[in-house]
C-alpha cells in the first residue's frame, strides 16, 4: 500500500536532510577551494596550491570553514528538493495526462528534478551566501577588501542584517535559479537514467551524475560565488553584469576557475548523497509498511 501523500513527503525530505548531512562532510574542504578559486582565480596557481595554502595558513579549520551553514544549505536544499521532487512528478503526470502514480520517463523525472530546484533555491540561496562568505574571508581580509574579517556564522549574519537588511541574503538567487533549473534537470536525468541502466547492480554508476550537472552550470555557480562574497563590501552588479565583466576583463577560463576540486568532489560527495538518501528512504518506507 502507497504511504499517504503527507507521510510521503516526510518521508522524502527527511531522506533528502540526510543525504544533505553525507554530502557536506564528504566534500566540504573541496567546495572550499572551489568558492576560494572562483572568487580570486589569480590569486592560486592551481586546486593544490589552494587547498595546501590554505592547509598552511588556516589549518584544517580553514578547509572547513562554513561547515554549519554548508550543512544548513545541503539540508534545506536537499530536503525540499526531494520533498517538491516527489510533488513535481504528479504534476508531470497531471500535465502529461496519465493516471496517478503511473511510471515516468527518465525524461519526465528529469523534468520534474528541474522545476523541483526552483523551491529549493529559496531555502538554499541565504545559507549559501553565508558560507561563501565564510570561507573566501581569509582573501578578503588579506586583499584589503574590508577592514576586519566576520570569523563565525552568526558574525556574517549579524552583519548582513545590520548593511544589507533581510533581502540582503538573497544575494545571487537569479543566478542560483539559472544554475539549478538546467543543472538539476541534467542531475536527476542522470541520476533516472543510472538507475535504469544499473537496476540489477543497485547503486553502481550514481556516484558518477554530479558531474553531469556541473559541466553545464559551472560558469554560473562561478558568478554567483562573485556576487555572494564581493557583494560584503558593497552593493555588487547582478548576474549579467558580472557575467560579462568577468568575460571582458578575465575571459572564459575564469568562469571555470575551481573547477578541478569540484569535479573531484562531485564523486565522493554525490556517491554519499545518494547512498544515505537511498538507504534512509527505504529503511523509513520498510517501517511505514511494517
Not at 590569486?43 to 587547498?51: I, N, P
Request: proline letters at 4%; one cysteine or more; charged letters at 15%.
Amino acid at each position: 500500500m502507497a504511504p499517504h501523500p503527507v507521510v510521503q513527503a516526510v518521508i522524502d525530505l527527511s531522506a533528502g536532510a540526510i543525504g544533505g548531512i553525507a554530502c557536506v562532510f564528504s566534500g566540504q574542504p573541496l567546495d572550499t577551494a572551489k568558492v576560494k578559486m572562483q572568487t580570486f582565480p589569480s590569486l592560486y596557481r592551481g586546486f593544490v596550491h589552494c587547498f595546501l595554502s590554505t592547509y598552511r595558513e588556516e589549518g584544517l579549520r580553514g578547509l572547513y570553514q562554513g561547515t554549519t551553514p554548508a550543512l544548513m544549505a545541503n539540508i534545506a536544499e536537499n530536503s525540499v528538493l526531494f520533498m517538491s521532487y516527489g510533488f513535481c512528478q504528479e504534476m508531470v503526470r497531471i500535465m502529461s495526462g496519465s493516471p496517478s502514480s503511473a511510471p515516468l520517463s527518465d525524461m519526465q523525472k528529469a523534468c520534474a528534478g528541474s522545476v523541483a530546484s526552483i523551491f529549493s533555491s529559496l531555502v538554499l540561496c541565504p545559507t549559501e551566501l553565508v558560507k561563501c562568505r565564510l570561507q573566501a574571508m581569509h582573501e578578503m581580509k588579506a586583499s584589503g577588501k574590508i577592514a576586519s574579517g566576520q570569523n563565525t556564522l552568526w558574525s556574517v549574519v549579524r552583519t548582513v542584517m545590520r548593511n544589507e537588511g533581510p533581502l540582503g541574503f538573497f544575494q545571487g538567487l537569479t543566478t542560483t535559479i539559472a544554475r539549478e533549473v538546467p543543472g538539476y534537470f541534467c542531475f536527476f536525468g542522470a541520476y533516472e537514467f543510472c538507475r535504469s541502466a544499473f537496476a540489477e547492480y543497485m547503486g553502481e554508476g550514481k556516484d558518477d551524475i554530479g558531474a553531469c550537472l556541473w559541466l553545464v552550470v559551472y560558469p554560473m555557480d562561478c558568478v554567483k560565488s562573485r556576487i555572494q562574497v564581493l557583494s560584503m563590501t558593497g552593493r555588487q552588479a547582478g548576474f549579467l553584469k558580472t557575467f560579462t565583466n568577468i568575460m571582458r576583463t578575465e575571459g572564459l577560463k575564469a568562469l571555470y576557475s575551481g573547477l578541478t576540486p569540484t569535479m573531484i568532489r562531485t564523486f565522493p560527495a554525490n556517491g554519499a548523497l545518494f547512498l544515505a538518501y537511498e538507504a534512509s528512504r527505504k529503511m523509513m518506507m520498510q517501517q511505514f509498511d511494517g
